[in-house]
T-cell receptor, first 114, second 111 residues
Framework: DVKVTQSSRYLVKRTGEKVFLECVQD?????MFWYRQDPGLGLRLIYF???????EKGDIPEGYSVSREKKERFSLILESASTNQTSMYLC?????????????FGPGTRLTVT | GQNIDQPTEMTATEGAIVQINCTYQ??????LFWYQQHAGEAPTFLSY????GLEEKGRFSSFLSRSKGYSYLLLKELQMKDSASYLC????????????FGAGTTVTVRA
């Protein structure tokens, strides 16, 4: 089975802190994604990566950066956490976009910024 | 981007049928996905439609009409474990990697 793991299920940080969210997948997938999920807004794409060291902005990249140094690992960085970044963060991975190639999701990290 | 609309909530009785509608607007449609998400868990893939028509997978079926920008997910013989949020997501030709998600429909199954 495809497995996508995230470093923490719950995280509490203070405003202004630098926050790292880690995601690891074990299926040699080329593509990895970071979303945030908020009530009434659904999943919104923050950043994605289609190869090592490659990244593209999603729909809401402001206040975030990412790093992909190894194929299996994709990190989301909040340079200076703010209260409006309190959310559920979901990582996903997939193979080539052609065909079905659905995205597989990790369990999520619920981040609270106080 | 895409505008994806689906109802916020639906309630049904165990053993019944529920149909969750999803409408979308996109300049270059390239596939529609349905995901199931139980509270506090990761979304899991249910179905994929890229051509018009009905795809059946056991108790779940998904329908697509590209000309109408419309899909539905049909859940038959509802079970309590089907209580979850159902997410509609669309892939666009302008960027094959991205999925755009609707806000999700929370289905509650009552005994």
């Amino acid at each position: 089975d495809v497995k996508v793991t995230q470093s923490s299920r719950y995280l509490v940080k203070r405003t202004g802190e630098k926050v790292f969210l880690e995601c690891v997948q074990d299926m040699d997938h080329e593509n990895m994604f970071w979303y945030r999920q908020d009530p009434g807004l659904g999943l919104r794409l923050i950043y994605f990566s289609y190869d090592v060291k490659m990244k593209e902005k999603g729909d809401i990249p402001e206040g975030y950066s990412v790093s992909r140094e190894k194929k299996e690992r994709f990190s989301l960085i909040l340079e200076s956490a703010s209260t409006n970044q309190t959310s559920m963060y979901l990582c996903a991975s997939s193979t080539s976009p052609q065909g079905v190639h659905e995205q597989y999701f990790g369990p999520g990290t619920r981040l609270t910024v106080t | 981007g895409q505008n994806i609309d689906q109802p916020t909530e639906m309630t049904a009785t165990e053993g019944a049928i529920v149909q969750i509608n999803c409408t979308y607007q996109t300049s270059g449609f390239n596939g529609l996905f349905w995901y199931q998400q139980h509270a506090g868990e990761a979304p899991t893939f249910l179905s994929y439609n890229v051509l018009d028509g009905l795809e059946e997978k056991g108790r779940f079926s998904s329908f697509l009409s590209r000309s109408k920008g419309y899909s539905y997910l049909l859940l038959k013989e509802l079970q309590m474990k089907d209580s979850a949020s159902y997410l509609c997501a669309v892939r666009d030709l302008s960027n094959d990697y991205k999925l755009s998600f609707g806000a999700g429909t929370t289905v509650t199954v009552r005994a």
